[in-house]
């Protein structure tokens, strides 16, 4: 069965200081994507970044990057220089081929950060 | 901005009445996936429209349906309300359904069910 594993309920990080929110997934597909989002307030997803599993490189967006270690089946979502705006729920998510449901996405319980002046 | 919206943002229903939920993808995204998520947890997959017809489903019951219209709008269905029920309803919709396509999130409806 897939699902995604997010340990941390709560992070707190100094601004500028860079965090790491924690996720790991199990899936028995070959193929499968690795989104992580963050969730203001407001309710609205943001996509910040996608690892696909045949990706030889660690994706990268800016101040976001995605360590993806696929030995042990971990997407760990680093956050470089924090802002008090990245102050949000974050979720891990996967997506993998359900049977032509492509859109359906496996979330995890998400990592609430808080950024600190 | 997703260029996804949706309506009403907050509604408060009863127990056993029926709820239609309201999306507007962006033009040219002919799927569109819905998701509930309850207070403190991650969405959940309810289901998948790709050109107007159902082609995934998560557990969910018959009470929970949809529609996918050509002019790129959706609409989720839910009928003989719970309690349980109460959640934010998240649409999603993309181009095309490629496990690394984007999904574009609207803000979501908050219904409560008293």
């Known amino acids: 069965a897939q699902k995604i594993t997010q340990t941390q309920p709560g992070m707190f990080v100094q601004e500028k200081e860079a965090v790491t929110l924690d996720c790991t997934y199990d899936t028995s597909d070959p193929s499968y994507g690795l989104f992580w989002y963050k969730q203001p307030s407001s309710g609205e997803m943001i996509f910040l970044i996608y690892?696909?599993?045949?990706?030889?490189q660690n994706a990268t967006e800016g101040r976001y990057s995605l360590n993806f270690q696929k030995a042990r089946k971990s997407a760990n979502l680093v956050i470089s220089a924090s802002q008090l705006g990245d102050s949000a729920m974050y979720f891990c998510?996967?997506?993998?081929?359900?049977?032509?449901?492509?859109?359906?996405?496996?979330f995890g319980t998400g990592t609430l950060l808080a950024v600190q002046p | 901005e997703t260029g996804v919206t949706q309506s009403p943002t907050h509604l408060i229903k009863t127990r056993g009445q029926q709820v239609t939920l309201r999306c507007s993808s962006q033009s040219g995204h002919n799927t569109v996936s819905w998701y509930q998520q309850a207070l403190g947890q991650g969405p959940q997959f309810i289901f998948q429209?790709?050109?107007?017809?159902?082609?995934g489903r998560g557990n969910f019951p018959p009470r929970f349906s949809g529609l996918q219209f050509p002019n790129y709008s959706s609409e989720l269905n839910v009928n003989a309300l719970e309690l349980d029920d109460s959640a934010l309803y998240l649409c999603?919709?993309?181009?095309?359904?490629?496990?690394?396509?984007?999904?574009?999130f609207g803000e979501g409806s908050r219904l409560t069910v008293l």
């Open positions: 429209y790709y050109r107007e017809e159902e082609n």
């Open positions: 998510a996967m997506r993998a081929n359900y049977g032509g449901a492509t859109n359906k996405l496996i």
């Open positions: 999603a919709s993309s181009f095309g359904d490629t496990l690394a396509g984007e999904l574009f």
């Open positions: 690892q696909g599993s045949y990706d030889q």
